[in-house]
T-cell receptor, first 115, second 115 residues
Framework: DQQVKQNSPSLSVQEGRISILNCDYT??????FLWYKKYPAEGPTFLIS?????DKNEDGRFTVFLNKSAKHLSLHIVPSQPGDSAVYFC??????????????FGKGTKLSVKP | EAQVTQNPRYLITVTGKKLTVTCSQN?????MSWYRQDPGLGLRQIYY???????DKGDVPEGYKVSRKEKRNFPLILESPSPNQTSLYFC??????????????FGPGTRLTVL
């Protein structure tokens, strides 16, 4: 049973526009969420995270929003650039002290940003 | 440069021939982990280690062994590989119990094909 779901396998966006990647989770014990970005032939790299005590975290062009009641988070990229084309993984962990910080990953969404 | 290294990067082998994929990190991280990535399944955790001589099963441990004799190394051992272990493997590390929610740093991946 999937605990972290990314229901869109792919997303195509025009350069300069907003990219919105979505993620849903089922485990109410999750209290920390992360987004990783992965280019072909490379390992995933950390992008941005959010604690369950917040509903928004921003880092430059990247913003993550968390809706705990809906068990939903989203990653906004504004403006999107061709270099953002990659696979984005949503990950979750928790509870603190009970999960050893092990990450549960979604299946990923492949973002293509067209010039 | 802080990094996680894996060797080999590519490996083609035959069913039943024991193999080891090495993983090493130079960040003095306590926590290390192995994942496999398969199409449509995302990243799934195989084994993890909270510190030297402390290892535990992840979500898909069958057919794999690990050891953690030194802090920097966390080899993944396939005693008798089978074709269903054909996958892309990633090693990751992060700071330990004091950094449950610190980001994990991933290696570049090892693409394994078992014929």
């Amino acid at each position: 049973d999937q605990q972290v779901k990314q229901n869109s396998p792919s997303l195509s966006v025009q350069e300069g526009r907003i990219s919105i990647l979505n993620c849903d989770y089922t485990n109410s014990m999750f209290d920390y969420f992360l987004w990783y970005k992965k280019y072909p032939a490379e390992g995933p790299t950390f992008l941005i995270s959010i604690s369950s005590i917040k509903d928004k975290n921003e880092d430059g062009r990247f913003t993550v929003f968390l809706n705990k009641s809906a068990k939903h988070l989203s990653l906004h990229i504004v403006p999107s650039q061709p270099g953002d084309s990659a696979v984005y993984f949503c990950a979750a962990t928790g509870p603190y002290g009970g999960s050893q910080g092990n990450l549960i990953f979604g299946k990923g969404t492949k973002l293509s940003v067209k010039p | 440069e802080a990094q996680v290294t894996q060797n080999p990067r590519y490996l083609i082998t035959v069913t039943g021939k024991k193999l080891t994929v090495t993983c090493s990190q130079n960040m003095n991280h306590e926590y290390m982990s192995w994942y496999r990535q398969d199409p449509g399944l995302g990243l799934r955790q195989i084994y993890y280690s909270m510190n030297v001589e402390v290892t535990d099963k992840g979500d898909v441990p069958e057919g794999y062994k690990v050891s953690r004799k030194e802090k920097r190394n966390f080899p993944l051992i396939l005693e008798s590989p089978s074709p269903n272990q054909t996958s892309l493997y990633f090693c990751a590390s992060r700071t330990g119990t004091s950094g449950y929610y610190n980001e994990q740093f991933f290696g570049p991946g090892t693409r394994l094909t078992v014929l």
